[in-house]
């Protein structure tokens, strides 16, 4: 049986080495990571008495994907940075099964200007990314980057959005008890525009309904007068899910590895475009005095205390495009505690690193190889060489 040449022995082992680094860091190197994360615990046992069973609701929340469009995106920044989260996603719904998703809007790069046709090859991008069991529900909220800014936004890209994910934009989601509440904050601009003031009049009417869902609790029949024909949710505070955060001056009090760079933290925030208006901020605190306010749109992490008692995390943005760290957050949430966890993805630096390290080693044992080959045709040469001599000797 004839034996491999050392030059196909070296070939296959380093096909084998491209093809073992391709697959870690397209595929392989989100699990350790992801398998780092764990659902956070309430710190003591919720229990559902008539069933017997856990109560609390596992939520997963991430924000700004932004998918590149047609216009501003280049063919192998799309694939790269959908190929990202699509991993990250479906990994992190295998391993960690959440009940609930959130995504807090900027779902889309280029929402507010593309046209039909790109619109639905955007739509068909994302359902394919996240696509997800019938045991877990996706809720998705609306960013400016979906329906523009406000100055940019109508009824037609709005009504577009919300028929591809089958809500409307500003709702309240119950699960377990838990109340969910799901604001359009790209439209509290407060101008009285006509999408402002409907958004405003079913906050206005969501807040009733919990207001009177909390007073129905005393049973009072001055209560119940006042509350007819109010809807009924669990008697809890809500959680309040938003893309805009509440006013905040800057990030300069965040800390942490998702924080923003230390150039950026003392920028000063703009009203009704980095940040909701102080007067937009103090009606949501006011109307629906949230347990835990969940928002985006900074791609930085952040968390702040509003009035010494409403907490609000910034969720960063999921997609590596905007960031070296992506990050989402993992929530236990029960109706009346809640428990927080960050999980991580791969840096994008590490990755670059590892095919930069491979490309290196490649090139090293290819330079070797030649050089080895090198040496033993120098070898042969002289061999022949030699042969030669003594043939001509003995024939004198």
């Known amino acids: 049986m004839p034996r491999c040449s050392a030059k196909w022995v070296a070939v296959v082992v380093l096909i084998s080495g491209v093809c073992g680094v391709f697959v870690f860091c397209e595929y392989l190197i989100y699990f350790p990571t992801i398998l780092k994360c764990a659902w956070p615990s309430l710190g003591h046992h919720v229990r559902d008495a008539a069933e017997g069973s856990s109560s609390s609701v596992r939520a997963m929340v991430l924000s700004d994907t932004h998918l590149l469009g047609a216009v501003g995106g280049h063919w192998f920044d799309k694939l790269r940075r959908e190929w990202q989260m699509e991993r990250a996603f479906q990994t992190a719904m295998w391993l960690l099964r959440p009940e609930i998703v959130f995504i807090l809007g900027d779902i889309f790069d280029e929402g507010k200007w593309s046209s039909p046709k790109d619109w639905e090859d955007d739509v068909r991008r994302f359902h394919r990314m996240f696509r997800h069991s019938p045991d877990t529900e996706l809720v998705v909220l609306v960013g400016n980057h979906d329906i523009g800014f406000h100055y940019e936004m109508d009824w037609f890209k709005l009504q577009r959005f919300e028929k591809v994910f089958n809500a409307t934009t500003t709702r309240i989601v119950t699960k377990k008890g838990v109340n969910f509440l799901l604001v359009n904050s790209v439209a509290l601009h407060g101008d009285g525009c006509p999408i402002c003031q409907s958004v405003e009049k079913e906050l206005l009417k969501l807040s009733r309904d919990l207001s009177c869902s909390l007073q129905k609790v005393q049973s009072s029949s001055a209560t119940e007068e006042s509350c007819d024909g109010s809807q009924s949710y669990p008697p809890t505070p809500p959680i309040m899910l938003q893309h805009y955060p509440l006013y905040r001056v800057s990030d300069a009090t965040c800390t942490g590895q998702d924080a923003a760079s230390p150039e950026e933290r003392h920028l000063l ?128």
Not at 314 to 326: A, D, E, L, M, T
């Open 269 to 396: 925030f703009r009203e009704k475009y980095d940040v909701l208006s102080k007067e937009a901020s103090h009606k949501l605190l006011d109307w629906f005095e949230p347990r835990l306010i969940l928002s985006g749109h900074t791609h930085s992490g952040c968390e702040v205390l509003h009035d010494n008692k409403y907490p609000e995390i910034s969720v960063p943005s999921f997609n590596w495009r905007n960031r070296n760290n992506p990050s989402f957050i993992l929530a236990s949430v029960s109706a009346s505690s809640y428990s927080l966890s960050k999980c991580f993805m791969p840096e994008e630096s590490t990755v670059i690193a590892v095919y930069c390290s491979a490309g290196a080693s490649v090139l090293f044992l290819v330079l070797a190889h030649c050089l080895w080959m090198k040496g033993l045709l120098q070898c042969a040469s002289l061999q022949c060489a030699s042969l030669c001599l003594l043939g001509k000797h003995k024939s004198l």
